[in-house]
């Protein structure tokens, strides 16, 4: 069962759960859950690239946050562009009202945030006729970042746009308006 389990964190492109696991195989949820355990203790015991992390109640088979740069040309993209560059406006500038995004983004954006929080990178919260937005741990656990503190996560994404002429050119807008804040 372990192997199967293997094979399907393998080839998912998406964290799933233990509960969809176990359906596809037709055991509990429980001895899903265990075999995960037992499979990420021994990927963590061999020292490889490759991981297993809970992402809330899904899991998913990744290559280590450290080693993303030696296999990026070779992988395909987990993200369309817009979705990814919606996401990386909510980390951002987060706290952010969604009617700002939308100001930012246009009304695809609606669409981007819907699947955004069923992947369970954004969360959001009402406050009166606003709704905002914000990245969750599980964002900063996906990503490989260090933090899930709001700060950390804008410093380490303006100095990954520093390095990317595309993205700066991309950003350069909102970095200059996330030094203005810094500056006030």
Do not use: W
Not at 69 to 90: K, M, W, Y
């Amino acid at each position: 069962m372990k192997e199967k389990i293997e094979a399907i964190l393998f080839v998912s492109s998406d964290p799933i759960s233990a509960s969809k696991i176990a359906r596809i195989l037709g055991v509990s949820a429980d001895d899903v859950e265990k075999a995960i355990q037992d499979l990420s203790e021994e990927y963590e015991s061999r020292n490889t690239s490759i991981e297993i992390v809970r992402l809330g109640k899904r899991y998913l088979m990744r290559v280590k946050p450290q080693y993303s740069d030696v296999v990026r040309s070779f992988t395909e993209r987990e993200f369309e562009r817009g979705l990814l560059r919606t996401l990386a406006i909510i980390a951002v500038k987060q706290p952010i009202k969604l009617s700002e995004l939308a100001k930012i983004r246009g009304n695809r954006c609606y669409e981007h945030v819907k699947k955004l929080k069923d992947m369970d990178f954004i969360s959001e919260e009402k406050r009166g006729r606003s709704t905002i937005l914000r990245t969750t741990k599980n964002f900063s656990i996906y990503f490989g970042l260090k933090s899930s503190d709001p700060a950390e996560i804008k410093e380490t994404l303006l100095k990954i746009v520093k390095k990317d002429r595309k993205l700066e050119e991309y950003f350069g807008k909102l970095i200059s308006e996330e030094r203005n804040i810094k500056d006030v």
